[in-house]
């Protein structure tokens, strides 16, 4: 027993011998392959780095396609020449607004210029706005040609000798595509007088009505699911529906918005309910429709933002208010939502941008593509913008595509100043805390 | 198991054979302690042995955790607290508590206090509540000038002092303290002792710590807990008694050992 003892103890001394002779050698070989991890490391960076350009360069892209559409060279031709109308050698610009009158009274048939007088009476409207009606109904300016921003740019010179040339009775001129008339005008079927108005006012109808079904319904839901509920198989089966529902695409919530909205509840979503009886959108085809079906679209994300920010709020201001004998409800108003609201603001601002590009929902459900009267309640007939561009850069001739290129325009400053309003708004409440 | 020698009338918190599970775990077993009333209670023994679960039993907090039961009672007042009738809002305002970590709510340092005595619908001056709440925890005078600041805003042992006067507010009986002191330096802390000696002349506290010395400076009783073999390891209380007992001649080895160092 004792000379086994002995014999171990040798035994380790050995071993110990052993081990200091392998630690001189050394099975690390110290900082000689410290260059080779390095140039990984470098490689690495180079293919992130990488990966952010192409992102840039992607987004770089976009803007000059955008704006080389927005801006360029366009060759008009009148119907009817403006010096034709001058009279007793005055030009057209600085007739005054009876001569004007009297000759869109000479010009125009009689139930034409009857109907312009019905919709408003000629003496009350302006010298500047009989004068634009002069030149859309008598000199009716002709889009014959068009060209991008670029080659209005480099090919100048070329492109006024072709209008020179092939139209010999048209004015080149260099404009920019989105003007306050782009603006403010409605849809019409000539590019030179369409706008975006009816469009803007319906995208703003339509998420109006979505933030306000989506958003108390998505904040309700989110607190009911981590405060409330308890966590059996029922709930966790609802957990990932929600999750699931985020990702289905949202042509398929255009299906069920149709089927629910616009047919089942007609009733409700025409304004029939309400005793509102008007011929033209009492098939359910409305704003309310649309806003509600892109609630639906956006309520999963909403939910599942508003439960992230709703966790984020630390355990120990809940167990604070519960320690001071607080009701579940008081510590939920007072100190979980008040802390997860920035958060809650933050997902409703990605779900509503969301919502503000979406088209193919609103195709589905029956938006309008050519309305030229503004929605003016719940109950009207509406197209979006996304529509509008869709429809307008379907469309074969130039001109309409560079209209779409301005709705774009307009479509992403909408788009940026609701989200800024957003930040400003939950940077605010963040500040409060 | 434990000894106790405190006057009945005096009692204002009993465990009778209290048992505390996390679902089928058994973590507290068998405790049985009168709290005098107006008296600093310590809880001491190793991590792990169940102390701050048996501090939470005492107003229901456990329940927050779901899957928490007892077996036993607890009895405050001449009330079993986990009668079915009783409520733990209602137990919990009459228990305050003072956390590990100092959690003031990212509000003012007056609604800090404030907020407390407005949900149960306090009807006094609200000014003069938050000054005598803010007083008493011996914090008045550095925040007089600042109390519309964030109560996160203060140090870490000031913010330890506004959650006293948070919990001094909606004035309670008694007020548990889950080693107040445990994240501050000697300073603050002994600040915090000074303000516990003070704050025992209108209420009851017991205390959790496991700091030996300061259970020894502050507290007037002791109960040494530690885990027992038995199947499952369940933490229990293995002696009770006045601190200086404890501390000097404890009648059980364990607590001996722990008390003078040798534990482990």
Sequence with gaps: ?433 | MSTDSAPENNVVLETRNLDIFYGDFLAVTGVNIKIPRHKITAIIGPSGCGKTTLLRAFNRMNELVPGTYIRGEVVFDGQNLYEKTVDPVEVRFRIGMVFQKANPFPKSIYENVAWGARIHGYKGDMDELVESSLRQAALWDEVKDILKQSGLSLSGGQQQRLCIARAIAVQPEVILMDEPASALDPIATLRIEELMQELKKDYTIVIVTHNMQQAARVSDRTAMMMLVNGGVRSGTVIEYDDTNVIFTRPKDRRTEDYVTGRFG
């Design chain 1, 1 to 433: 027993m004792k000379a086994q003892g002995k014999e171990n103890k040798e035994k380790a001394i050995e071993n110990n011998i052993e081990g200091k002779e392998s630690k001189a050698t050394s099975l690390y070989s110290p900082f000689s392959n410290l260059s080779t991890r390095k140039r990984s490391g470098r490689i690495w960076q180079l293919v992130f780095l990488s990966a952010t350009s192409v992102g840039i360069l992607a987004l770089m892209a976009l803007l000059f396609n955008i704006l080389d559409s927005t801006f360029g060279y366009v060759a008009y031709e009148a119907k009817v020449a403006p010096t034709s109308l001058s009279v007793d050698g005055v030009v057209l610009e600085d007739q005054t607004k009876t001569q004007l009158v009297a000759l869109l009274q000479n010009t125009l048939s009689r139930g034409a210029f009857n109907k312009l007088n019905n919709e408003k009476s000629f003496e009350s409207r302006s010298r500047a706005e009989v004068s634009a009606l002069v030149i859309e109904r008598i000199v009716k300016y002709q889009v014959v040609d068009s060209w991008p921003l670029w080659e209005s740019l480099t090919r100048s010179a070329e492109i006024k000798a072709t209008v020179a040339a092939e139209y010999p009775l048209a004015e080149l001129k260099f404009v920019s595509w989105l003007t306050a008339g782009t603006i403010s005008h409605p849809q019409s079927s000539e590019v030179v007088t369409a706008g975006i108005r009816t469009a803007i006012l319906g995208s703003l109808w339509t998420i109006l009505i979505t933030i306000l079904f989506a958003f108390p319904l998505g904040v309700g839901a989110a607190i009911y699911l981590e405060e409330y509920a308890v966590g059996n198989w029922l709930s966790r089966l609802i957990q990932t529906n929600i999750n699931n529902l985020a990702g289905v695409p949202s042509i398929i919530y255009g299906i069920l918005g149709l089927a629910i909205f616009v047919r089942a509840l007609e009733k409700l979503t025409s304004g029939a309910v309400f005793g509102l009886v008007d011929p033209t959108t009492a098939n359910g085809r409305t704003v309310l429709s649309a806003g509600l079906t892109l609630g639906l679209l956006v309520l999963p994300i909403i939910i599942i933002n508003a439960q992230e920010a709703i966790r984020a709020v630390p355990q120990s201001l809940r167990k604070a208010g519960y320690g001071l004998g607080a009701t579940k409800w008081q510590v939920i108003w007072s100190h979980v939502l008040p802390n997860a609201l920035p958060g809650i603001l933050t997902g409703t601002i990605l779900a509503v941008s969301r919502a503000i590009g979406e088209t193919a929902p609103l195709v589905v459900i029956g938006a309008s593509t050519a309305i030229s009267f503004d929605p003016s309640s719940p109950f009207s007939k509406f197209t979006t913008l996304p529509i509008q561009i869709y429809q307008w850069t379907a469309r074969p001739q130039d001109e309409w595509r560079h209209l779409a290129a301005a709705a774009i325009v307009v479509l992403l400053a909408l788009l940026l100043s609701l989200n800024a309003s957003a930040i400003l708004l939950r940077n605010r409440f963040a500040r409060k805390n």
